[in-house]
């Protein structure tokens, strides 16, 4: 069998319009608790955290970026697996590890392709309208510092 790494990645997408920042929201399929969040997700074998943001930005969203378009926003976040997911990871693994990323598109108008497996909407919304529909405190602290990044 093989285990799920005790890796991840998170990547906040935003775009810089007139009327201000506005994020990409994904929401889960129900069964994975159907609440708003960014592209996330779990490093394959071998994958670097980078490698694994482009991939699952891929994956997730059909946007097509590559490793110089992330910004490290310099965040880990750790956090204990839920009871009913250890069985994907190695006997006594108990906690992963979240490497967190932004990407800056030009424009929101780009064309966003779901997976649908593990997402049934997406949304544009602002830094408020983003913050009050995240669920995770590691999505918050994602969000507030891909919201602290200076326009260029």
Known sequence: MTFKEPRSVQVVIFADEDKGREYLLLKRVEHAGGFWQSVTG????????LQAAVREVREETGIIAAQTDLIDLNLVHTFQIAPQWLAKYAPGVTHNEEVCFALRLPAREINVVLDQ???VAFKWA???ESV??????????????????IPD
């Open 42 to 49: 779990s490093l394959e074998r071998d994958e670097t955290h």
């Open 117 to 119: 497996i593990e997402h």
């Open 126 to 128: 602002s830094y408020e």
């Open 132 to 149: 009050a529909e995240l669920r995770w405190e590691s999505s918050l602290s994602a969000f507030r510092a891909a919201q602290a990044l």
